[in-house]
């Protein structure tokens, strides 16, 4: 039986996802997870898709009890020292998340990046630096950058985990199900 044109592409989008989340390093990964956990408050800002994906991962750590906004929504209030940032920018370029990232470390906080490109200004902007090879995206079976994305999304419930192992905590989904909403 000949496999189909789903089955070739959900091959190619699944190994694209994993090469790219792959890429990070392991290391930058536990920094950025201890990060989370000692922060007083986390913040996430991206554009597009990737703050979609961000959005994701801010839902993720309130439902394991941490404090968690996404820049630009209504009820975000001030950044100050002892939070982190977490900004997402496969350019590293993209102006709007360069100009929050240099908002908040004025401010005082941690910055975190995560971006295909090391050299950026929002990685160069940053105390701690997820970088994820585009080696994958160059050949993409995908629209745009989804692979960057994608994995992005994967990274943020990795860490939302590690995080959770991390301040100890032996059942995120007892806190999970205290704090999920209630008003769907």
Request: proline share 1%.
């Amino acid at each position: 039986m000949s496999e189909t044109a789903y089955e070739r592409h959900l091959s190619a989008v699944i190994g694209e996802i994993e090469n790219t989340a792959r890429s990070a390093d392991a290391a930058a990964m536990e920094r950025l997870a201890d990060a989370i956990a000692g922060a007083e408050r986390i913040y996430v800002a991206a554009a597009g898709r990737s703050r979609l994906m961000l959005s994701c991962m801010a839902m993720r750590l309130m439902h394991i009890g941490l404090t968690a906004y996404v820049v630009g929504d209504a009820t975000t209030p001030a950044i100050r020292e002892g939070d982190l940032l977490i900004a997402a920018s496969g350019s590293g370029e993209t102006s709007a998340v360069v100009s929050i990232a240099q908002k908040a470390k004025r401010a005082g906080a941690t910055l975190a990046a995560i971006t295909l490109h090391k050299a950026s200004s929002l990685a160069q902007t940053s105390d701690l630096c997820i970088s994820l090879s585009d080696r994958w995206m160059k050949q993409s079976v995908q629209i745009g950058a989804s692979a960057f994305e994608q994995a992005t999304l994967v990274l943020c419930d990795t860490l939302a985990c590690m995080a959770a192992r991390k301040l100890d905590i032996s059942d995120p989904n007892q806190i999970m199900k205290r704090l999920h909403s209630n008003l769907e």
